[in-house]
C-alpha cells in the first residue's frame, strides 16, 4: 500500500511563520525562545531567532550555517537529512510537506499499519545503516492529521514522542500549531513544546531572506554532524 494521505495533495511551496519555543532538559529551567521561519519546499530552511539573542540558522542542501550577527561568528555543520530531521523546527515542516513524513526519504519502510475508526496508525522500519540503534517510528494520522510521531530504540523502548494539535487547513492541508516533543534518556527527559503563530502559506520570501549569505569579513568554523 502507498502511504498517501489526503493532507499531501495540496503542496506548500513557502511558509512564513512566527514560533515559541520552550524547551527543559530534566530538573533545569525552561528556556524559551522566540522568532520567525521561512520555509521554501523542498528543503531550504531560514529561522531568525530574536529572543533571548540574535541568531540566524540556514539550513540548505547538507549543511546548517549558524551565525551570530552581534558578535560576528558563524558556524558551518555539515550534515545530512537523517541528521536534519532530528530538529523540532524541520521536523514539523516535514510531516506537512512530504507523504509518509518523509520516512521513505530517510530510508524507512513501512513495515504494517492499521486502521482504526478515524485513524491511520502506521510502523515503520528504519534503514540497514541505523538499524543498530534505532528502531520503529510509529505515524498516527487522525481525520487526516498528523497527531503522533513515536519514535523506538532498537530494544523497542520508547526515546521520542512527538504529539501535533491545533491544526488549521491550508487548502487540502493541515497544518498543526503546536508540536509537543519528550525524549527519553537514561537518567532525565528533555521537554520540547513549539507554538506557530499566524502561518502564511505560498507567498513570495523577501530577495533580503532568499540571497542572504553571511558576510565575507566573518571567519566560518566548519563542524561535521
Request: proline share 5%; net charge negative; aromatic share 14%.
Amino acid at each position: 500500500m502507498l502511504f498517501t494521505p489526503l493532507s499531501f495533495s495540496q503542496g506548500i511551496d513557502t511558509l512564513e511563520v512566527e514560533f515559541i519555543r520552550q524547551y527543559s532538559e530534566g530538573e533545569k529551567d525552561k528556556e524559551t525562545t522566540k522568532g520567525k521561519i521561512y520555509y521554501k519546499a523542498p528543503a531550504w530552511v531560514f529561522i531568525k531567532v530574536n529572543h533571548p539573542l540574535n541568531q540566524w540558522i540556514i539550513i540548505r542542501k547538507n549543511e546548517m550555517l549558524i551565525y551570530y550577527p552581534d558578535d560576528k561568528k558563524a558556524f558551518r555543520i555539515q550534515s545530512n537529512l537523517r541528521a536534519l530531521f532530528s530538529l523540532p523546527f524541520f521536523q514539523v515542516l516535514i510531516c506537512t510537506t512530504k507523504e509518509d513524513f518523509g520516512l521513505s526519504e530517510l530510508g524507512y519502510t513501512m513495515n504494517d499499519y492499521k486502521i482504526e475508526e478515524s485513524s491511520l496508525i502506521s510502523d515503520w522500519r528504519p534503514p540497514e545503516s541505523i538499524k543498530a540503534f534505532l528502531g520503529t517510528i510509529t505515524l498516527v494520522f487522525q481525520d487526516n492529521k498528523i497527531t503522533l510521531f513515536e519514535s523506538k530504540k532498537q530494544n523497542e523502548e520508547i526515546f521520542s514522542r512527538s504529539t501535533f494539535s491545533k491544526h488549521v487547513l491550508f487548502g487540502t492541508i493541515n497544518f498543526p500549531l503546536e508540536v509537543s516533543t519528550e525524549k527519553y534518556f537514561e537518567s532525565y527527559s528533555v521537554l520540547d513544546h513549539i507554538v506557530y503563530i499566524s502561518p502564511k502559506f505560498n507567498i513570495p520570501i523577501s530577495k533580503e531572506i532568499m540571497n542572504f549569505n553571511i558576510p565575507e569579513t566573518v571567519h566560518i568554523n566548519t563542524i561535521e554532524w
